[in-house]
């Protein structure tokens, strides 16, 4: 998800702009009732003027955002879609100021209890959001710009190869437009890193290599060479544009803009982030500490991180980590009983060992290898899809590919991820598989991944959130890990209760990625609470999952640039699993699995504490029937 959430983490806010309708930046200080037809004013219910600044939020802060239209599929305003959004400090706390005004607004102007009980469901989601923004936006100077996992040098890209699309010369000279403010946009975050790192926020050492080697990557290749092969962005706009009907002249001229805007803008603002990287790794060489704790208000980012990554107001780091050790216990014995189920003479770790180098357990690493994996992954989806509805009510309508990630960002991936299409359905959401390393992608894994990214998974999940009806927009776009993760690892289990991993070593693969993101639990919090360093973290990972080497060393970097994430996985999934729980006990025979995950899904990516709520009315009204 994490390309996805680069872009909608802009427009979290948002509620609903479509069919072209004009975008509107002033703030929504208050809704007035439309004029009626012979001039009086018609009487709104209090649900309705919920509503309508729902939409009249969503549609300013959508104003401020070019690149959440892009990712929301908006495409005809022109002049945004060539645009970024403004990366200015500026920008980021109006963007706060706003979230204040609107806080105050939705507590002061509207009366809760006058509400629907869906409009109530809507409000404390919002009223949620916005806290959040604010909490979250106290600490954005302690947030590393660019890592080996995430930041602009990629994340730019990224959106303009995989969602700014052109039908049209209009399309095409917004993507020049963008390429001509990549690089003042690049400039501006590196200027910002470069403050960052001034007062200790820095990424450590490891860091900065692959991101020297990625941008480096940007700019090899035509036109910034003769090497022979093009250069990711000039490959893509080249494609793009030879599917136009277009004269060509009119393909020359943009064909030549797009050029000079890669020499002239994009090309040196690449080299100044080489630059700048290079002295930041100088300096990252002498810190001493791997985790946030070292940032000058380090344990309350990360308490403040714990709070966002949980969504839950009972959590803290003592408690994750706690968690996380008895889940890994608790799974440990269950994999020792699928060792004894195929024979396995030996401890757990030497099982370990075996999963992580017997061939049998890996494809070639060869064209047919990686073909053979897509092929596999694609059929598992399409049987889980099958069984759907005996489990499910409501279902996705977006469709759904399986597809191998780019060479442009093969680097920075992950093994796997997720990345949805455009809201009005026009693409489909997708799969991805890192297929670089066959021997870091065991087989036994793969069901349980095709289930965590797709179905019953992230697809699933997101589709029904874009797809819900009568809910303001920002209802269908706002995501919180716990949830959207937590539900993506409950899928995992849920194929187990639907009769599927009736494979052992599938079955293990699905045990081995719930004890990798309960050691996640550990891990996070060993690094960014008790200052474990990243070979301790590795340690750890190592003795007490199956996951490669490799895998884990490229996992515990992720966690230190990105503290909290990894915890969201397990704590969501747990929560869910104990919801589930205490609605089969409350409900006995009156449990149905499809009603049950229609509450868990009709309201988008809310946060636990939210969630809870709505289950318990749920039992409550079952009962009442």
């Known amino acids: 998800m994490r390309h996805f959430l680069v872009g909608i983490s802009s427009i979290a806010l948002l509620a609903a702009c479509s069919d072209g309708q004009d975008l509107n930046p002033n703030p929504p200080a208050g809704v007035e009732a439309p004029a009626s037809e012979n001039g009086g004013a018609e009487i709104q219910t209090e649900t309705e003027r919920l509503m309508a600044f729902f939409d009249a939020q969503f549609q300013r802060e959508l104003a401020f955002s070019p690149q959440g239209q892009t990712y929301l599929g908006l495409i005809d305003d022109v002049d945004a879609y060539g645009r970024w959004d403004d990366a200015s400090d500026a920008a980021f706390e109006a963007g706060l100021d706003r979230a204040r005004a609107d806080l105050e607004t939705l507590r002061n102007d509207f009366d809760f209890e006058a509400l629907t009980p869906e409009a109530q469901v809507s409000y404390r989601f919002s009223e949620f959001v916005l806290e959040n923004q604010l909490d979250q936006g106290a600490f954005r100077d302690h947030n590393y710009i660019f890592t080996q996992f995430f930041g602009p040098h990629s994340d730019m890209p990224a959106m303009l190869i995989g969602y700014h699309r052109m039908a049209n010369a209009d399309h095409a000279d917004a993507y020049v437009r963008r390429l001509q403010g990549l690089g003042p946009r690049l400039q501006t975050l590196i200027d910002q890193a470069d403050e960052r790192a001034a007062q200790g926020v820095l990424p450590p050492a490891f860091a900065f290599p692959t991101v020297i080697n990625t941008a480096r990557g940007m700019i090899t290749g035509a036109p910034y060479d003769d090497s022979g092969a093009d250069s990711p962005l000039w490959a893509d706009f080249n494609e793009k544009l030879a599917d136009l009907d277009l004269d060509e002249s009119t393909a020359e001229v943009l064909r030549e803009r797009a050029r000079a805007a890669l020499v002239e803008t994009v090309a040196p603002a690449y080299e100044r982030l ?69 024979g396995f003479d030996g401890t757990l770790q030497e099982f370990f060992a075996y999963l992580r180098t017997d061939a049998q ?40 590919e399986v597809r191998a990630v780019e060479p442009y960002r093969i680097e920075t991936a992950t093994g796997a991820f997720y990345e949805p299409g455009p809201l009005d359905g026009s693409a489909p959401g997708a799969y991805y598989v890192n297929l670089s390393q066959m021997d870091e992608l065991p087989v036994y894994q793969m069901e349980t991944l095709a289930y965590h990214e797709g179905l019953p998974g992230h697809h699933m999940q997101v589709a029904i959130s874009q797809e819900l009806d009568d809910v303001p927009m920002f209802q269908r776009t706002t995501w919180f890990s716990a949830y959207g993760e937590g539900w993506a690892l409950y899928s995992e289990n849920l ?68 503290p909290g994430q990894a915890i969201s996985y397990k704590v969501g999934m747990l929560t869910i699993l104990e919801l589930r729980q205490r609605a089969m006990e409350a409900l006995g025979d009156q449990f149905d699995y499809g009603d049950f995950h229609d509450v868990v899904l009709g309201n988008g990516a809310v946060p636990l504490t939210l969630l809870s709520d709505l289950v318990d009315a749920y039992i409550e009204e079952t009962l009442a029937e």
């Open 361 to 400: 357990f890996y494809y070639p690493n060869t064209e047919e290898g990686r073909q053979r994996y897509l092929d596999e992954a694609t059929a598992m989806i399409a049987t889980m899809r099958d069984a759907l509805p005996d489990y499910f009510g409501r279902l996705p309508q977006a469709e759904m």
């Open 495 to 562: 194929g187990k209760d639907m009769g599927f991993f009736t494979d052992p070593y599938q079955d293990f693969g699905r045990l081995g990625y719930e004890v990798f993101r309960a050691a996640r639990m550990v891990v996070d919090t060993g690094i960014h609470f008790y200052d474990w360093s990243e070979q301790e973290a590795m340690d750890y990972m190592l003795a007490n999952t199956p996951m490669t080497e490799g895998d884990i060393r490229n996992e515990v970097r992720r966690y230190i640039v990105w």
């Open 274 to 342: 080489i630059t700048t990287m290079e002295s930041h790794a100088e300096m990252a060489e002498r810190l001493e500490i791997d985790g946030v704790s070292r940032l000058p208000r380090g344990v309350e980012y990360y308490e403040a991180q714990v709070a966002n990554f949980t969504t839950r107001d009972d959590m803290t780091a003592e408690m994750v980590h706690n968690t996380g050790l008895s889940e890994v216990e608790r799974i440990h014995g269950e994999m020792r009983d699928i060792m004894a189920q195929v």
